[in-house]
């Protein structure tokens, strides 16, 4: 019987059968290795891999040799690979390249690296990957400066690199096309000159990781872009950042996250657009002055208008010691929080932002310290509107137990008038004679809304959220 497989019509194959433009997509989304060895399917496929456009390198050693060669053998057959790729393709200008470049305690060879990035510089590239880390103690890799002068680059990501760029290198940096950047720098260096040429920018993913060429207490950082819609501006901390000046008019996500004893001058402008924010300041517990634990109150007061807000258990230590505690804003438009309270104690805190959050639906409580003599809290004079009127879904994560965790639960059900929804996650996985206890105990608490569906789940929690 004659095989009517479609497949098996032609020695090539209907996949190539189809137009370049349609192989040279599926090629795009396969490491760069692969797509070369695709030369030996069919005449057909011995050269096309040399017009691709779109290049994926990845280098990570094998330190346990489960292929049979050394790291030094790896590293060297990689280099091969890259440079052999790009001497002989045909010279077409390169739309996107990712580098991943981690060759651990091995000797990385930067001026190949170099040469692999300035290949790829041109008036067609659109999108740069760059990951270059080594194990060494002090390396540091340079990033081209003609980077930062391809007009056509729309997306743009620098992971455990160096900018530095001369005078001149920095007046002619221009990316009228960027619209997302990711930084990890361990430097400031240029980052202001980077984003004052980036009149499109909408995404900027910061981290700072050191800042090894400041002087302590005299670093200063500013983000002003006026087009910028999502910012994730994370500290590493050591950072020594102390003046912090953040100025986004049209943002509409921030997750941000300081490190105290810096950043005492901080100053947030412009916020009235967004909708979502998370914020996490980390502390020194050996600095609790007034200029430092004040910044989170100003923070929270330029995100009044937000609609979803995280505050992390750092965050709420902080606040809990900020001298203007009492000063929280009304959030008037928040529709979903959700508060780390970190033990029982910071109940008062919660109920102090329920009273300011009156449109709030869902709340989401975590818990990560156990108390087991928590202090009894005392209820509210009144009651949050919002409990009243507007919170539907409420989840409590990481119950412990104790009679704080278990009065504000018995609280929110009695006082929830509206509830649609309760869930609790208790520790109590690995004993399921109490987490039945537990359930009984929730499922008899009095409640004030008839359509609240109660639901207890065992979970096991380890570190983090």
Known sequence: MADTNPLCKSDDGIISSLPDSVLFHILSFLPTSTSVRTCILSHRWRHLWKDLQFFNFSFIPDLRRRGGESPEKQHSRFLDLVNAVLVQRNPLQIRNLSLVYRPSWLDLNKDAVTGWVEAAIGPRLEELRLTVWSGKIGFRFVVPPGVFSCRALVNLNLDGVTLELTPEASSSIHLPSLKTLRLFLDSPDNVDSILSGCPLLETLHLIIQRFQHCAPNISAFKIHVPSLKRLEFIDSGDSGIVRFKLDAPSLEYLFIRLW???????????????????????????????????IVPKLLH??????????????????????????????????????????????????????????????????????????????????????????????????????????????????????TSMTIETIFKVDPDQHRHVTEQFCHMPKGSNTCHLNVVAKNFYCGR
Not at 278 to 292: E, M, P
């Open 260 to 294: 105290y004893p810096f950043y005492c001058q901080f100053s947030v402008t412009n916020m009235r657009n967004v909708v979502e924010a998370r914020v996490d300041c980390l502390i020194d517990d050996g600095y609790f002055g007034d200029k430092f634990l004040g």
């Open 302 to 419: 330029s995100l009044c208008q937000t609609r979803s807000l995280v505050l992390e258990g750092s965050t709420v230590k902080a606040l809990l010691r900020a001298p203007i505690v009492v000063n929280l804003p009304e959030f008037r438009n928040l529709s979903n929080l959700e508060m780390n309270l970190k033990s029982s104690n910071n109940t008062s805190l919660l109920l102090s932002m329920l009273d300011r959050c009156g449109k709030l639906h869902v709340l989401t409580i975590y818990k990560d310290t156990y108390a087991a003599d928590a202090p009894r809290w005392i209820k509210p004079a009144s009651v949050p509107k919002c409990l009243e009127s507007h919170l539907l879904v409420v989840k409590f994560s990481r119950y412990h137990g104790n009679s704080g965790d278990l009065e504000l639960i018995a609280y929110i059900l009695q006082n929830g008038l509206v509830l």
